[in-house]
């Protein structure tokens, strides 16, 4: 479905000097199949998902979609071929609604529709429908309409960047019977979830580790979380000095 | 008399009537009234120098309107009116004011509507001025309203004050007496392009105990155009008053906002803030992501928050 081929991502540093943030990349996001990418803070989880949607442009490497080469098209063109992102600290908007952005998200959706995935994310339309994309709403209320934009919006893949992030708890679960039921199994879509809660783990069918700008680990949740799990806290946690082999004790 | 098309469109970029309305109404087209009407609680007639309209709406009636607009098609035209509208004591109306523009030809056409409002105790007003220009030639099209507000004890008043586009130049003078217990509530939404010109000068006197006012002002300036919005706040009681600004550059735009802050009470709390900058490109990037062109964003963008 979505091939990542020796990707590479440079930045310019503060300094000016030149940061590798992505290293040589691979990666097959396979239909039917949720996806947990994880490892620590800068690992570069977020630059994936930058690199996949065009907002970064890699300094190297092909992106392909369905066998198409999509590596130099641009943002727009990812999203209408069927990209789609919930970005990790969305934007705010003066004076575009609620239900504006629904509509953008998905021009053909009726209210009715706009209202039921608004009611999955644990808003009440009547309350929002109306309401400005400013500074009016919490950081939780703004994710989870993050969220129901992406659900709406229902394209080949979506990235959901720590859906967790700012969310309370009871949300958190809602959120997760959401992904487990749109995209577990669902032979035509895939599902992509940056996250650091552990809770997210278990539901998605393979877990990535980032760590670095590479891949430090994949597999099948099952297989490999508790073999990397506690390097992953270990490294957080800066008990680690240098590298971290994941998985390898 | 009947509008031809081009006067209708005129009157619904500012007003968004299709037809000409049945209640009260003025419809000022080239410098003379051509449809005047009032209404069993509106009076709509002269001003006693025979310079303009005076407009008075009767005390307790509730849900009124009154549509005033203002249309200009004759080039070279100067065309100056004084209105005086009278919001009797806790009477509920919507004043519909606004001017379009349309000069082809190389002239200058100008408009200055100075009207004066009262909002009697304890009444409620809205009041919404849309100012649209167009036209294919080098004449300028140059919109100048003047107004001076009074709103008594326990009055509200909400004044939406929007330039659509087209306006070469714009002189704007709002000045607003508030007393006891009475609010203010302004909002101000402009655009200019090219090398056009806006100032917006707004001093409200918060004169009586516990009154409030707030203003919020909304710019956009594009290509080499320039505005300037000076908004004072003289609070001279116990009141409260916050002014925001907000604007959007592009292009080689210019826009100088100057939010002022006179207390003479030291129980009157004011605030202001006040920011300017270009379109965030996380905002762009955002509605990108979800299947909008660059220019579609930009649009998008712009459009809600003139809106």
Known sequence: MLELRNIFLQVDGESGEKVEILKNLNIDFQKGKVYAVTGPNGGGKTSIAKVIMGIYRQSQGQIYLEGEDISDLSVTERAQKGIGYAFQQPPRFKGITIQDVMSIASPGADLVRIRSFLRDVGLCPEDYLDRDLGTGLSGGEIKRIEMAQLLLRDPLISIFDEPEAGVDLWTIQKLLGLIVSRYKHNPNKTAVVITHNEKIIPICDEILVVDGGTIAAQGPPEKIWHLIKDDIECKVRNQCQGEVTYGVK | ?307
């Open chain 2, 1 to 307: 008399m009947e509008l031809n098309k081009l006067e209708m469109d005129l009157l619904k970029s500012i007003t968004d009537l299709e037809t000409v309305p049945s209640g009260a109404l003025n419809i000022r087209l080239n410098g003379k009234a051509v449809m005047r009407q009032s209404s069993p609680n509106i009076s709509v007639g002269p001003n006693d120098e025979g310079t303009g309209l005076k407009v008075e709406i009767k005390p307790g009636a509730v849900n009124e309107t009154v549509h005033v607009p203002v249309v200009l098609t004759q080039p070279g035209l100067l065309d100056k009116v004084y209105n005086t509208f009278i919001v009797g004591e806790g009477a509920d109306a919507t004043i519909i004011a606004g001017c379009g523009i349309h000069n082809d030809s190389h002239a200058i056409s100008r408009h200055d509507g100075i009207h004066e409002i009262i909002v009697k105790r304890g009444a409620k007003l809205k009041y919404t001025e849309k100012h649209y220009g167009e036209g294919s030639e080098q004449g300028k099209r140059i919109l100048n309203p003047s107004t001076v507000i009074t709103i008594e004890s326990g009055a509200i008043a909400e004044l939406e004050m929007v330039q659509i586009r087209g306006v070469n130049d714009t002189m704007r003078s709002t000045v607003a007496h508030i007393h006891e217990k009475g609010s203010l509530k302004i909002i101000e939404r402009l655009l200019t392009q090219e090398e056009q010109r806006a100032e917006s000068d707004i001093m409200i006197y918060l004169d009586g105990n516990g009154s409030n006012a707030q203003v919020i002002s909304r710019a956009v300036a594009q290509g080499h155009s320039y505005q300037l919005f000076r908004a004072a706040l003289i609070g001279k009681a116990p009141s409260v008053g916050h002014v925001e600004c907000d604007a959007i550059l592009m292009d080689s735009a210019r826009i100088r906002s100057i939010p002022e802050l006179q207390a003479e009470d030291a129980d009157a709390v004011l605030t202001h803030e006040a920011a300017i900058g270009k379109i965030a490109g996380e905002q762009l990037i955002k509605l990108m992501s979800l299947g909008l062109t660059e220019q579609e964003a930009v649009n998008t963008i712009l459009e809600g928050f003139l809106r």
